[in-house]
C-alpha cells in the first residue's frame, strides 16, 4: 500500500478530521445539521480512507444505525475506496453495528504497542476519553454506554460543554451564587478567559453566536449567573471561569485515578485539543509534542496508521 494514497478520517458530532499524509484538516461539521460531508471529502475522491466515527449519535438520526448508515454513505459517495473501523478491531466495507463510537479504540489500537502501561486522555472539544493501553482484548466491543459506566468516558471537554453541566454554583465577588440552567457559556468561555486556549482555538460556535475573544466571553460568563459584566465586574466572571475549571479537573482527575487504580496504569499520556491542560493538572507525555499536529487528530492519525501497519487494503 503506498502510504501517500492512504488518508485517516474521523467523523464525529461536531468535527470533521482528516489526515492526509503530514497535513491535519479540522472542519466544523455538525452531524445534527444539514451536514456538507460529502462535499468536504469530494477533493479526497481518488484517495483510500480508513474511517472512524462518533457522530452516528448525534441527536439528528433516530438512532445510531441510522447514524451509521448515513455516514458510511456519506464517505463512501465521496471517496468510494473507504474502509471503516470497528469496535471488534477490524475493517469494515459498509454499516455495521460495530462501528458506533470506534474512534477512541483506533487510537488505542495504534498506541498500545509503544506505550503499553500507559493510561490514554484525550481531551477534545466535547469529551475526554480515558483509556487503559494495557487492557485492549477487554477493550474490544464496548460501547459508550459500557465507557460511562466504566468511567472511560467523561462528557467534559475543552470547548462545547456547558457550564451548569459542571456547576450548580459559584463565589462570585464572595457571595455564593447559583448558576442559571440556560445555554449562555460554555467551557470555551472559562478556557479562553483564563490562558488555557487562545482566540484561535476558540474554534466551535459562541453560545450566543458573538465573538470568541476574552470581552465576549466575559460577558457570556456574566450571563450564567443572570447578570450582565458591568454588575459583577471581570473579576465576578472570572470568579465563575475558576469554579468551572476547578469543578471540571476534578471530575476528569478523579476518573483518571479511578482507571489508573483500576488498571494498574503506571503514567499518562494526554492528546486531543486539551493535551496541555492534562499534563498541566495531572502530569504525563503531551503526545503533541510526539506527533506534532497529530495530537488534535489522534483517532483520524491512528486509524490511518492502524490500516498502514496492517496492510490492510
Known amino acids: 500500500m503506498n502510504p501517500d494514497s492512504v488518508i485517516g478520517i474521523d467523523v464525529g458530532g461536531a468535527n470533521l478530521k482528516i489526515v492526509d499524509g503530514r497535513d491535519v484538516v479540522i472542519h466544523y461539521c455538525p452531524m445534527w445539521q444539514d451536514s456538507p460531508l460529502t462535499e468536504l471529502l469530494k477533493v479526497y475522491s481518488g484517495k483510500t480512507a480508513a474511517v472512524v466515527m462518533s457522530g452516528e449519535l448525534a441527536d439528528g438520526f433516530s438512532d445510531k444505525n441510522e447514524g451509521i448508515e448515513y455516514i458510511v454513505k456519506s464517505v463512501r459517495d465521496a471517496v468510494p475506496d473507504s474502509y471503516f473501523y470497528g469496535m471488534d478491531g477490524q475493517f469494515h466495507t459498509g454499516p455495521d453495528c460495530s462501528l458506533a463510537a470506534a474512534n477512541w479504540l483506533a487510537s488505542a489500537d495504534y498506541l498500545r504497542e509503544k506505550y503499553p502501561s500507559s493510561l490514554l486522555v484525550d481531551m477534545g472539544s466535547t469529551t475526554v476519553d480515558i483509556i487503559p493501553l494495557n487492557s485492549f482484548e477487554t477493550l474490544r466491543g464496548m460501547t459508550d454506554l459500557d465507557r ?6 467523561v462528557y467534559s471537554g475543552t470547548l462545547r460543554t456547558t457550564v451548569p453541566a459542571v456547576i450548580r454554583s459559584a463565589s462570585v465577588n464572595g457571595i455564593n451564587t447559583p448558576v442559571s440552567s440556560e445555554y449562555f457559556a460554555q467551557s470555551a468561555d472559562a478556557h479562553l478567559v483564563l490562558g488555557n486556549i ?32 458591568c454588575e459583577i ?16 479537573m476534578e471530575i476528569i482527575g478523579s476518573s483518571i485515578r479511578d482507571v489508573m487504580d483500576k488498571t494498574g496504569c503506571d503514567s499518562i499520556i494526554a492528546a486531543g485539543i486539551g493535551s496541555h491542560i492534562i499534563v498541566k493538572e495531572f502530569g504525563g507525555l503531551d503526545f503533541r509534542k510526539e506527533s506534532e499536529s497529530f495530537s488534535d487528530a489522534l483517532p483520524a492519525f491512528a486509524v490511518r496508521e492502524v490500516a498502514l501497519r496492517r496492510g490492510e487494503f
Open 148 to 153: 460511562l459506566r466504566a468511567g472511560y468516558l
Open 198 to 229: 487562545s482566540e484561535a482555538g476558540y474554534t466551535s460556535p459562541a453560545a450566543d453566536g458573538a465573538g470568541r475573544d476574552y470581552n465576549s466571553s466575559l460577558r457570556r460568563l456574566a450571563r450564567v449567573v443572570c447578570s450582565d459584566l
Open 233 to 248: 465586574g471581570e473579576e465576578g466572571a472570572l470568579d465563575i471561569a475558576r469554579e468551572f475549571y476547578s469543578m471540571q
